[in-house]
């Protein structure tokens, strides 16, 4: 959600209006539920008629000055290290890993790679089509377009792990509702698969949040006692940031 | 195109009706300019409803006993031994291979590996949504929807590999005018990019069309003049099936 840059500094009349004003609020639980609607009039008042070049420029930019401001690190600094390590290891025992996000696709893409070692084709995120159109010195580009071709949330997640990948995962990671879809989907596969949620209760050192395990129902994400429930009544393994993670950050 | 299976037997009163007529008439040139309202139709007359397992299993089906009338050889055994030791080479380099069509994603991806060594999630082709639902056992599965995401085909292949790769290739190459703007768009990225275009003249080892470089203008597939010219313009190599292929079929 990081994504929508500084058009509101262009079209600051759009503030005051649903669905931008739920982005500026920065609620994530309401911007997980914006609808295909939302998501494209968010996408057209925003981005459209960019061409993919000039968004990537923007989005590098933007990258290497936005900082979050409790931790005073860039965005691309504040990721987990034993996420890093887990996908490390998976690939290291012959493992293709993928990140799947709600986020928009194009723009994690410009840093997955060097971030989390994913390169660009293994990023399935929240994805707009693009126009194939001539320059007027004859040479092709792609721009941006208005239509949503992935809402890449809930539901959307395994149906974007089947356009883009085209095969069910062996192990699926989460951190809130937008993934029990796709832990459903992965744990329905034939044969072992894993299935792992974090579950943020360390205020102190990240975040805690629910409602689920009597934690705070915060905006900053959404973890609910049914998702917990169906975790432990399907033998998911929830992890406790709190007891079962030495360290957070890699920085 | 041979990815709509056996439908005009459960639906014999679309057989005379576009654009099916036109499917069964085998006419690849015309179909290859289907719009996306055609092929909508197409999914949602002959797919729609299906879950994604069935379809695997029914295309796997197909094409074990599915052969072509005049090689009398399997569909999957009728590939290019030029192709798949240039897969090989590009592999043995450290490049990733894709195959980008018009046809069926989710249908070449059945075959796709074991055939060129190609994984499913590096199939790019035309492309349906697909749901997410449970079972009456609770079992989630996806199944096959009427709404088209991507055509494949023309300017649909850049934008197609944006969306699922998200970045140009160095290499392309095609045998049609349905391949031009991608290899416009791999010549458009900066540093050395290789463009090929296959040219079927080799109607006694397979077959000859044009309307390029004198050959008939056939129904098999299209090489337009326009084509041939911007070729011979950009420096892109043309291939000739009978001068510069020793061998044709792998079998």
């Not at 930019?61 to 936005?66: G, N, P, V």
């Not at 010195?137 to 809930?154: I, Q």
Request: charged letters at 25%; proline letters at 5%.
């Amino acid at each position: 959600m990081i994504a929508f840059l500084t058009w509101w500094k262009k079209k600051p009349e759009l503030k005051t209006v649903e669905p931008f004003k739920t982005v500026l609020s920065g609620d994530r639980e309401a911007m997980a539920k914006f609808t295909m609607k939302d998501l494209e009039m968010i996408l057209a008042a925003t981005l459209s008629g960019m061409s993919v070049d000039e968004f990537n420029v923007e989005a590098r930019k933007w990258l290497e000055t936005a900082s979050d401001p409790r931790w005073k690190r860039l965005y691309t600094e504040l990721i987990y290290q034993p996420m890093v390590e887990v996908l490390r290891y998976l690939r290291d025992n012959g493992y293709k890993t993928y990140i799947v996000t709600g986020g928009g696709q194009d723009f994690v893409r410009v840093y997955s790679e060097r971030v989390y070692g994913i390169p660009p084709e293994q990023v399935v995120g929240t994805a707009g089509g693009t126009k194939f159109e001539y320059g007027k010195d004859g040479k092709p580009f792609l721009t941006k377009e208005p239509k949503l071709l992935l809402n890449d949330n809930n539901a959307g997640k395994p149906e974007g792990i089947h356009l883009m990948v085209g095969r069910r995962p062996y192990a699926a990671f989460g951190n809130s509702t937008g993934d029990r879809e796709m832990l459903e989907w992965t744990g329905a596969g034939a044969g072992a698969r894993l299935m792992m949620l974090l579950l943020h209760d360390d205020a102190i050192r990240e975040y805690a949040y629910g409602p689920a395990a009597g934690l705070p129902d915060s905006k900053v994400g959404t973890f609910t006692p049914e998702l917990y429930d169906e975790a432990k009544k399907k033998n998911w393994t929830v992890i406790s940031m709190k007891n079962d993670w030495k360290r957070i950050f890699s920085f």
